[in-house]
């Protein structure tokens, strides 16, 4: 059983090939983190996953079934920037999502629907620590902040994958590890796969259960247009992360930090969240 | 110091924003008392007292011929007429421009029509509207819509494009159909854009009523200054230049203040 299985997968932009021949087949509740050097295809890739792009050849399975050609909310997305609603409020960003799922003609719920979805809202913003923050608007927020937010609003849809661009590449290093424990955490509870791109190897390393770089083989100047970016290297994380499951190994604290309570803050107590989530967790 | 590092204060920027008008007001006073002590029977620039009296007859006395009052009764038609033109102009500028917007198809559909369109001289279609729907309220409405819809399309669908793709494919895996894209995620963020070119879209509209109305009308701001012109009468022209002026100014101020207290969250990230 894979979560997503791609098999020799192209993509080409008019004359220029950006992705060549790529196969990999990604676990359920694995986490995937894809490296490589700018402008490798990175995000197209996560395009074509998210059903942005169609692929020029090759083929993509989703639980078996072939990907529908646009995006819906099976595969939730966290960009680096542009993730969140800048109408709304936090806590109106969150709803969002399951209001429009329910509510097909208007996309806002009333009265005790309403109620008891603004509830799970707040309980999903305190989960990533933007409890009190409920009624700003995501300009009022920080960059860490909004990320949060991101975050909140994709899971709302309980998505059977998460797909994230560079969702951390703007944070500075304090609230990238505050961040890091909770994205750790969300991985952990939600049944949800992750695809994650990042720049920073370190990041790769301390979160994913699987690190798959990209390369073009071939970056002469004069061979760039004709040769695209394959899958140069997959390295599994050892010993084996598994989602639900922590190893000795991992640590939600940074080195060099012997008091945990600020991050642990931040990133919201497991223990609170643990009631909710096993209420929560309609699938398999 | 650099000049463009020189910043006035509160007090100096208010004294500085007054000059230009304190400078009009005297020039048009030292204007009028030199051509009046040439020749006391000079129309060009009447005197203060002149104009007094004339604002004193068209807005606090009753009209001979018809109990009304001119200036109250003028403001009236023409603001009806623009309120009909500029809110018919929205509404059609807003359906169309998030259809083109949101969806591709109705941009191919629309794009190159709204952008011939737009560039129609309105004016020049003032006989044919005339003809075709009369000389009534209904023709110098339809100028103002013609005369400014077709930019207020063209300026929504460039703001509804302009939102960043990745929104729109956020809100899909937020499971929006196409209706609720354009609902809850296009249409509050194009709103406040709309009303910014709707006020800036307020002086033609200005333009183009009082055309209208300079050509065939019995009432009106427009109507009036073309009829006293065959008399010279600047008392009364002055007066109604900067009453239209204000108007326009205070509707300005209004429509921004509307966009403020509507969408707070537009505010936020200036
Ligand atoms: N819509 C498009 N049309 C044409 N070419 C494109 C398009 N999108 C991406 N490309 C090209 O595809 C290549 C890969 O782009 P992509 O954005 O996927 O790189 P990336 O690995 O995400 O880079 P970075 O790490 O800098 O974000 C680039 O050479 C880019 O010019
Ligand atoms: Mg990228």
């Known amino acids: ?284 | 110091m650099r000049a463009i590092n020189i910043r006035p204060g509160r007090g100096t920027a208010l004294v500085l924003g007054l000059l230009p008008f304190a400078a009009l007001a005297v020039a048009y006073l030292a204007g009028s008392a030199l051509r009046l002590a040439e020749n006391p029977s000079d129309k060009l620039l009447p005197a203060l007292t002149t104009l007094a009296a004339s604002i004193d007859l068209l807005a606090f006395t009753p009209d001979r011929r018809t109990g009304d009052y001119l200036l109250w009764a003028d403001t009236a038609a023409s603001l009806t007429r623009l309120a009909w033109g500029l809110g018919i102009a929205a509404s059609l500028a807003l359906v169309l421009g998030l259809l083109a917007g949101v969806l591709p198809v109705m941009r191919a559909l629309l794009a190159p029509f709204v952008a011939f369109v737009s560039m129609v001289p309105p004016l020049a279609l003032l006989p044919i509207l005339f003809i075709v729907m009369g000389l009534g309220e209904t023709s110098k409405i339809a100028l103002i819509v013609i005369g400014i819809t077709p930019i207020l399309i063209r300026d929504l669908m460039l703001t509804a494009t302009a939102l960043p793709r990745e929104m729109i494919v956020k809100a899909e895996t937020l499971s929006a159909s196409s209706w609720l894209i354009a609902l809850r995620v296009v249409l509050p963020q194009v709103m406040p854009r709309l009303i910014d070119s709707l006020r800036l879209q307020i002086g033609p509209a200005f333009l183009f009523l009082i055309a209208a109305e300079a050509i065939s009308s019995d009432a009106g701001l427009g109507y009036r200054i073309f009829l006293v012109r065959r008399y010279l009468a600047m008392e009364v022209i002055f007066p109604y230049v900067a009453w239209i002026t204000l108007l326009a100014v205070l509707l300005d101020l209004a429509l921004s203040s509307l966009r403020r207290r509507m969408f707070p969250w537009a505010e936020v990230g200036r």
């Not at chain 1, 169609?54 to 529908?68: A, K, N």
């Open chain 1, 1 to 284: 059983m894979t979560a997503l299985s791609i098999s020799h997968l192209w993509k080409e932009y008019g004359d220029q090939i950006v992705l060549e021949d790529v196969s990999i087949d990604i676990g359920p509740r694995s986490f995937v983190a894809l490296v490589g050097p700018s402008g490798c295809g990175k995000t197209t890739f996560l395009r074509l996953l998210l059903g942005q792009e169609t692929p020029s050849r090759g083929r993509i399975l989703i639980d078996g079934q072939p990907l529908p050609p646009e995006p819906g909310p099976d595969r939730g997305v966290v960009y680096q920037r542009y993730s969140v609603f800048p109408h709304l409020t936090v806590l109106g960003n969150v709803m969002l999502g399951p209001e429009m799922r329910a509510s097909r003609f208007l996309g806002r719920r009333f009265g005790a629907a309403r109620r008891a979805l603004a509830d799970e809202a707040r309980a999903m913003l305190a989960e990533v620590g933007l409890a009190g923050s409920e009624q700003k608007y995501p300009a009022q927020l920080s960059g860490g902040m909004q990320q949060r937010l991101a975050l909140a609003q994709a899971l709302m849809m309980r998505p059977r994958v998460l797909l994230l661009d560079e969702p951390f590449g703007a944070l500075d290093p304090g609230i990238r590890a505050d961040i890091h424990a909770l994205m750790r955490r969300l991985w952990n509870e939600v049944p949800m796969t992750v695809v994650m791109v990042t720049h920073d190897l370190r990041e790769a390393f301390t979160l994913a259960s699987r690190v798959v770089v990209f390369e073009r083989p071939r970056d002469r100047p004069e061979e760039r247009d004709r040769y695209g970016a394959r899958l140069s290297r997959d390295i599994v994380i050892w010993p084996p992360r598994l989602a639900g499951r922590t190893t000795p190994y991992d640590t939600d604290r940074m080195p060099g930090r012997d008091d945990p309570t600020p991050d642990a803050a931040a990133a919201g107590t497991t223990r609170q969240a643990e009631g909710r989530t096993h209420a929560s967790s309609p699938q398999p």
